[in-house]
Each structure stands twice: as structure tokens, then as C-alpha cells.
């Protein structure tokens, strides 16, 4: 791809700024290595396969996946340990078998019921075919798992113990409630825990399975507020490759730190209303609002100088399908930012952000050096 | 294609009822037809070819687009007669001379400024080629567009009479805080000062522009709720094609109109929090909440039985991006529900929750006939 400058650009459109990228990914596996821990990123956030392999120091490593489709785009680039983060279904593992054989990798997959292992044991038996599992633990966000003394986690073991073709691994557990605040101390105790449960999950399992258990855990805020990691095997986060406003807000980051921002063009001056109109709307920036429980100035996003990323002070009030409106007390920002003028807007939530744009404008020293694609869909 | 049932789905993706569409597309145009108006088809909600068909009664013929990615996709399939409803800034005009060249159509702007009035007449004069523009005007929205009042209608019309290339035809406006409003009386209101607006401002037009001007209004609330459309060219409206719960919430529509819905696996059973865990989350549903306003218990979706299309009485309360929760009081639920299980989901807001997908699976007789590709992006 030929160099170019943001003018060039067809907007709206995301920016991603290399130098943010690997100083975060870099910060990243420095933690993971203080904490004598394996990062297995989780590629939900970028779903680019250039954007993984920064976050892996240029290789192929292992990596955490949200979807099936996520799973076969990494696997047709090469990688060969993924995890598939969210709870099978027996309909599923068809496609599964599919995957492993034609790209000779292995996708673990999580469970967290009695009847899903005992369907993926029939499925191996009937199809001989081999997974590897891990059994999920909710360590307090209330959304899959089991709970650590739940008797389900060694009746589940069992089942998987008695077929020599699924190999029980070990557990994974997500705090993903902490998200829910801006509290250190409280993000520690929910990092504590995390670590706790899943460490004692483990000792519920059957005594004939692997007596070298996987402990699978991660957040990105537990992952950087953990006191220590002591017997954790890998921790999954996704998010600290971008960073967003919703981490910001919480104070897991800084605005600084935000790594994608969407380009967008003034298509309007509403003197009548003194709003800037720009054609980023819902389906370019989305319609997460979720650093305005910490920060509601946020609004859906705020604007930056197009050039030097720079926080103007204004942010995005109102958005509709392509025209996002940004609120002005002074007239003045109608000569500062004249139609056809660039902004940036840092996202509320990257994951989500991105979910709408099928590729990133790589920027680095303020010209956009490269293109990389986006899977989305499942 | 071959025909399928539901079940050999992979989930989530987007299920369409093709008789609900075909019916909500035919009393839309028949409404019209009553008024005596053209329907242009806004088709930002479906961006798919095959449900523009549909919307003109199996013909190609004048659409409006959000986007020109949009205008591409169906210029590239013989649409000739393309409106594109977001202001123009003159950096896109180069790729609007290139696609009206290419596919031999007609792609019709809109500007709200004399900056931009400008640039086109420069643009057309520079490059001899031709464009269609419309005024916008705003009629209350408070998003793009002039008053009716404003003196700057006269100054751009004067710019575009002064250059043979840059035919004015008429005004637009869009009253799209007919969404705003549950109460009949005021969408009435609204949709008459839709239409008083639209006739006034081309009064402002200079005497050199076209005598026969286009006066192009819409959306679906007031295409709908208009007493009369005398003298109105065209109505532009899209969401009523697959209706969704932010109009059902306002009384637009029926909740047993919405031809569009999510269908989803259920991937697990948290008896501890009482939810049942489904395969559809923020991506495949948007973070659109915008039916809450008038009926709350929408959350992030309504839950309906996969087959029959009925609602359960159960909604969607959390999402995040690959896992969307129910929660229910009844544990009866869990039998009803199992592990495996298929759901629909009606939409908050269709024109979002179908962003998140590639494509449509076409449902006829409890059967998928068919798969429609949809474009997204820019």
C-alpha cells in the first residue's frame, strides 16, 4: 500500500496508531512476564491478524477468540493454540472438528454443563475426534460458569475423564465485572478472587484428570491491578491493545493511551442549533455509552485535532445512523473546524467501535503506512 | 440455495420473514399511491438488493442511500435513479463523478451550505460533469439542513442557476424527530410541518432555478400519520420495511409487523442468577436500546419462540459482546429452554442490529428459502 495522509482517507474510518499498539502490547507482556505468567491475548478486541501478532512480540502464539469465525480466520493465518472463550454447544462441534483437522490446530473449547460434556464425549466417541476443554468458573460476574463448589465441576470431570479422545485441561474463569468500578482496591479483591476460585476449582476435579491443570483467568484490569499471579497458567485480555474511554473512566488507562480513534469528516455547520455535524454516526462509533457512568461528559465519543490526536474538549451529544452532532458553546469552533474539515473521535468502547469497520488505517509518524483487515461476523 | 430449517443455522445471524416484508412493503406503497406520491425507499435499513426489489414491487427504481458504499451496491446492480440523503463535502465528489460515470445513474446530493454550493459548482465546472442537488432544509429535526427562513436557500440557489452543470431540483427534509414522540396528535403535527416546511422553502429559490422543483420529504412515522401530501414529489422511508421495537414502542407499528429478528442458541443455564445465556450479544443485537424510552421492559430485545415467531414474555436484560443474558423469575424456564435450544430476538432498532451481519437468511413457510447478502461500511 502506497503512504498516504489522513486527507486521502475515505472517511469515516478507523485509525490505528502503531506506536500505541505495540507500547501497550509491550507493557502488557512486560506484566505477564513480572508475573511469571503466559498472556494469551484475546483477538475480540482487534480481529486482525497483524494487530495479534504485535500483541505476541511478531509471532504466533496463543491466542483467546469470541467466535468460530475469529477461530478459523486465525487459524487459516498460522496459529495453532487457540481458545475459544465462550461456552460450546453440541451443535458447534461439528465445525470445530472441521477447523482442527483442516488447519492441524487445536481450539479449546469451555464448558460449564452436564450435558454439554456429555455430548461432546458422544461426539468425540461417534467421531473420533479429540478436543481439549476447560471447565468455566463464574468468580462473581454472574454471567457463565459454575460456581467454585458447585459439585457439577467434578461430576463434569468425571464424564470427561472416562473418553480417552476429550482432555480435560483445566478451568477458566473472566472478571469481567471489573468493568463495574473505578475503585483500585475493589479491582484487587475482584483480581484476588479471580485467582482464588480458579485455583480452587481445580481441586474438585476427578482424580484421574491431568494432574497439571490449566488455570485460565484474565481481564485486562485484573491482569495489570494483580498483586500476584503465583500458579496461573495464562491470563486472556483483549482490551489494553487499544485501550477506550470506558477503561479511561475507570482510570485503567489514560486517554493517552487509546490506540484507534475513527476519522470523520465536518459535513455541517448547524448555526441555528451550534452543532458541528460529522458523518460518523451509530454505525460508525456505535451506540455504547459505556464511560458515561464515570465520565458523562463523554457523551459518544470525544473529539480530537485530526493530526496530533489532541482532546479538544468537545465531544459527540447525538448520533444518528451516519451523522454524529457535536454540541458548541463557542462559535468559534465553526472557523476552527470548517466543512470538510478532520476530527478524531476516541471510542466509548473499541471492541464495539471496531465491530463496524472492516479494516484499520495503520498511522505512524503522522502518515498511514498500512491497511489491515477485520474479520466480524461468526 | 438449498432450503433449510432453522436448526442447520449457524447462530447468531439474521432471520427475515419474507411474507411480513412483502406485506409491510405493499402497504407502504399503497399508502403512497392514496397520497399520491412517489415512495423512494430509504434503503440504509436492509442495504440489501434484493429487499429493494421487493420494496418497488419487483422493479428497480428511485432509491435513497446513506452512505456511498451504499450508492455503489446498487448502482452495481442497475439502480439508475439513486438519492443520497447525507450532506456532500466536496472530497467525496470525485468518487460520486466516478460511480455516476461508471454505472451511468444519476447519484442526487444534498447541501445545507453556500461552502459547499460552491465547491460543486467549481467541481462540475472543473471536471464538466454533472450533478443533481437538492437543498436540505430543516423542519424541526435540528440535525442537518437550513430554516425555511433562512436567506442562505436564495443565496444557493443563485450559485447553482450560475453554472449549467449543477441543476438544482428541489429541496429535502427529514422529520426525524417523528421518532421522538408516542402521541399521535404531535406526530400529525409534525409530519404537516414536514410538508408546510418542504413547499415554503422552495419559494426562496431564485427565479432562474427549476420551475417544476422536487420536494422530497420522510420518514416512515409521518409517511404513515400524513393527513395529505399534496403537492409532495417523493417520500423517503426505510425502517417500515422490517418495522422494530422503537417503532412497536411508539404505536407505528405492531409488534407482529417486524419482519426482522436475531436467532439465537441457547449456550448455557445459570441457576444460580436465574439466566439463561444465549449466543447473541452486543454485536450481533447493537447496543441500540432505543425502544426503552416507551416500553422499558424491551431491554436489549424481546425473546420470541423460534418457530412460531411468538414472544415468550421474556426480554433480553444484559448483553456484552458474544453472550446476551435472560433473565427469568420461573425456573420452568430451564426446561422449556434447554442447552441447544433456538430463540428469536426482536430488535430494538433494525437498522442497527442488521449492521452487525453480512447477510439476511430468508424465511418462508417456517422454512430458510434463501440467503440475501447485505453491504456495510463506507
Redesign the interface.
Known amino acids: 500500500m502506497k503512504i498516504s495522509n489522513l486527507?486521502e482517507l475515505?472517511?469515516?474510518?478507523l485509525i490505528l496508531d502503531k506506536t500505541l499498539l505495540e507500547k501497550n502490547c509491550s507493557l502488557a507482556r512486560k506484566k505477564c512476564a513480572e508475573l511469571k505468567t503466559i498472556l494469551r491475548p484475546h483477538v475480540?478486541t482487534p480481529k486482525s491478524i497483524e494487530v495479534a501478532k504485535i500483541a505476541l512480540d511478531n509471532q504466533v502464539g496463543p491466542i483467546t477468540v469470541?467466535?468460530?469465525d475469529e477461530a478459523e480466520y486465525f487459524a487459516s493465518a498460522g496459529f495453532k493454540d487457540i481458545l475459544y472463550a465462550?461456552?460450546?454447544?453440541?451443535?458447534k462441534l461439528a465445525?470445530l472438528e472441521f477447523l482442527q483437522k483442516k488447519y492441524d490446530c487445536v481450539i479449546r473449547i469451555v464448558v460449564?454443563?452436564i450435558?454439554?460434556a456429555e455430548?461432546t464425549v458422544d461426539y468425540s466417541n461417534s467421531h473420533s475426534t479429540k478436543f481439549e476443554i476447560l471447565i468455566e468458573i463464574?468468580c462473581g460476574e454472574?454471567?457463565?460458569?459454575l460456581?467454585v463448589e458447585d459439585k457439577k465441576i467434578l461430576e463434569i470431570s468425571k464424564i470427561f475423564s472416562e473418553c480417552n479422545k476429550t482432555n480435560l485441561m483445566g478451568v477458566l474463569t473472566h472478571a469481567?465485572h471489573s468493568y463495574s468500578t473505578d475503585n483500585k482496591t475493589e479491582i484487587l479483591s475482584i483480581a484476588n478472587k479471580e485467582r482464588e476460585d480458579a485455583l480452587a476449582a481445580v481441586k474438585h476435579f476427578s482424580t484421574f484428570n491431568n494432574n497439571n491443570p490449566i488455570i485460565s483467568i484474565g481481564s485486562s484490569p485484573t491482569m495489570l491491578f494483580a498483586s500476584h499471579l503465583n500458579n496461573i497458567s495464562e491470563v486472556r485480555a483483549g482490551i489494553y491493545m487499544f485501550w477506550d474511554l470506558a477503561q479511561a473512566s475507570r482510570g485503567i488507562c489514560k486517554i493517552e493511551d487509546i490506540a484507534v480513534t475513527v476519522l470523520a469528516?465536518?459535513?455541517?455547520?448547524?448555526y441555528?442549533?451550534k452543532?458541528i455535524?460529522i458523518?460518523a454516526g451509530?454505525?460508525?462509533l456505535?451506540?455504547?455509552?459505556s464511560a458515561n457512568r464515570f465520565m458523562p461528559e463523554v457523551g459518544y465519543g470525544f473529539v480530537c485535532d485530526s493530526n496530533s490526536g489532541k482532546y479538544l474538549g468537545l465531544n459527540i451529544s447525538?448520533i444518528?445512523?451516519?451523522?454524529g452532532?457535536i454540541d458548541i458553546s463557542n462559535p468559534d469552533w465553526f472557523d476552527n473546524l470548517?466543512?470538510?474539515s478532520l476530527v478524531r473521535v476516541l471510542p466509548n468502547h473499541s471492541?464495539?467501535t471496531c465491530?463496524?469497520?472492516?479494516s484499520y488505517n495503520i498511522l505512524e509518524n503522522n502518515m498511514i503506512i498500512d491497511n489491515w483487515k477485520r474479520t466480524?461476523?461468526?
Open positions: 486527507e475515505n472517511t469515516p474510518c475480540k469470541s467466535t468460530l465462550v461456552c460450546i454447544i453440541p451443535k465445525r460449564d454443563s450435558l454439554v455430548a463464574d454472574g454471567r457463565s460458569g460456581y469481567g469528516s465536518v459535513i455541517g455547520h448547524n441555528q442549533k452543532k455535524i458523518d451509530a454505525l460508525a456505535s451506540k455504547d455509552i447525538e444518528h445512523q451516519e451523522h452532532a470548517p466543512i470538510g471492541c464495539l465491530a463496524g469497520h472492516s466480524n461476523g461468526w
